[in-house]
């Protein structure tokens, strides 16, 4: 039996010295302020407001009111031994209407806080878009017209001139498939659209045609040093069993399931597996379109909480594998843990699309949980849940897959979409009528696994 030495990780436990980590969140979920100093209204203010649009009404009018007490936030980031944050720019806070007249109170808020991180030592990751589109340019058709590109290309320009000085690590968008999926087609979130198939599809290509132009900015305005990368929820493959057969179906699935945004941005075309998806059907696509989406990025981003499992079936053909009724799911039903995803998802991205480098850049688990008793939250179950998830990346690792950072879903509770305020994600628990924060057991974990670069 191997003796242990009480209190330090073994070597087969740690992460690359280099690694990066932090945690995240997104500005229309942590801010408030949603109309302090001159600040526009984007469309998750008005479909909040729209009666059964979010759980018991919430709106993100307060939220943690992270605008008023981000300094309190940064040194309890500091405290719980953070060495990067990912947080996203409100691109109505910068520009009101979306074009055109800057606001300068909101543009120095952000400089306010991206120097008090980098004054306790914390290094910005910035997401320039989370969902937070201004209501101006929703107003005039959102994300199926190309006045948005536009619209976008100056945003980026601005910011990246703004804040390129001190911020090095760009993201450009934020999980296209669900903002678009779940805002123009399913009605779910803002703004709540039901299109039709072809509309939708156009709104992709915008999209991607967006991030494209956030990559140039940064190459343009960010300077020395300046990265820059996509966040994608890629649907995270899971072969049921490691054998040769069930990995080739994986690998087939994955292909197929994240082409809308991969293929484009890695390959520059609408390709085969692109058209198979869409049966022929290919959006409206500009000269010079393809070039700026395919632009070479530093990094891919991915947000995966969880994964579908696939077997290889009759002559071989991917198949779904049912997940039983007692299979165990966070309080978000989506949720089901798959800490696997975290070896598999960027496995695949980097083995079928190409990706040169991967940052988590959002995992954990989302419960209802009850308030503090005694000052302690005992989220065991988020913390189990992270650390299989940590395992299975430490896994990928060793493997070749070079994975560079990763993130934990959220740093702190927020309003979380359409489920509000009661589905909580973040590692400190926040008393929305008090804004008291409570680290949970998850966050002094966490922090003993930053401080020591290792799972413990």
């Known amino acids: 039996m191997t003796k242990l030495t009480l209190g330090a990780p073994s070597a087969a436990r740690s992460f690359p010295k280099d690694f990066c980590w932090g945690a995240a969140s997104a500005s229309a979920q942590v801010e408030g302020a949603a109309a302090a100093d001159g600040k526009g209204a984007s469309i998750w203010d008005v479909f909040s407001r729209r009666p059964g649009a979010i759980k018991h009404g919430d709106t993100p009018a307060v939220a943690c009111d992270h605008y008023h007490r981000y300094r309190e936030d940064v040194e309890l980031m500091a405290r719980l031994g953070l060495k990067h944050y990912r947080l996203s720019i409100a691109w109505p806070r910068i520009m009101p209407d979306g074009v055109g007249t800057l606001n300068r109170r909101g543009l120095d808020f952000y400089s306010r806080l991206i120097d008090a991180l980098l004054e306790r030592g914390i290094t910005p990751w910035v997401t320039m878009f989370h969902w937070d589109l201004p209501q101006t340019l929703e107003d005039k058709g959102g994300w199926p017209t190309r006045q948005v590109v536009d619209a976008f290309a100056d945003y980026a320009d601005t910011i990246v001139k703004a804040y390129g000085d001190r911020v090095k690590n760009w993201i450009t968008l934020n999980e296209i498939a669900v903002f678009l999926d779940s805002g123009y087609s399913l009605g779910r979130h803002a703004p709540g659209r ?29 300077g020395a040093g300046a990265r820059v990368g996509l966040t994608d929820n890629s649907r995270a493959i899971t072969p049921i069993t490691e054998t040769t057969a069930d990995i080739v179906a994986a690998r087939e699935v994955f292909k197929r399931t994240n082409c809308r945004i991969l293929e484009p941005i890695f390959t520059g075309a609408y390709g085969p597996v692109y058209q198979q998806q869409t049966k022929g059907w290919l959006p409206q696509v500009a000269p010079g379109d393809m070039a700026l989406i395919s632009a070479p990025t530093d990094f891919l ?14 002559d071989d053909q991917p198949e779904s594998v049912p997940v039983p009724p007692h299979y165990p799911v966070a309080d978000s039903p989506w949720l089901r843990w798959n800490a696997r995803a975290l070896y598999w998802g960027p496995r695949h991205a980097v083995e079928l699309f190409g990706a040169k480098a ?84 998850s966050a002094l974990w966490y922090r003993e696994v930053m401080n020591a670069n290792a799972l413990v």
Not at 418 to 439: I, S
């Open 194 to 222: 039901k299109e039709d198939f072809a509309t939708v599809h156009q709104a992709f290509h915008h999209a991607v045609l967006c991030h494209g132009h956030g990559v140039r900015a940064v190459r343009e305005h960010g």
């Open 301 to 314: 981003g991915l947000n995966i909480y969880t994964g579908e499992f696939v077997r290889a079936g009759a």
């Open 358 to 441: 991967v940052v988590i850049t959002e995992n954990g688990a989302g419960y209802d949980e009850a308030p503090p008793v005694n000052g302690q939250v005992n989220d065991l179950h988020r913390l189990e849940y992270i650390r299989a998830c940590l395992g299975e990346l430490q896994r990928g690792i060793r493997d070749g897959v070079p994975v560079t950072g990763y993130f934990a879903w959220s740093l702190m509770d927020n309003f979380e979409w359409a489920e509000g305020y009661e589905r909580r994600f973040g590692l400190v628990y926040n008393d929305f009528q008090t804004q008291q924060r409570t680290p949970k057991a």
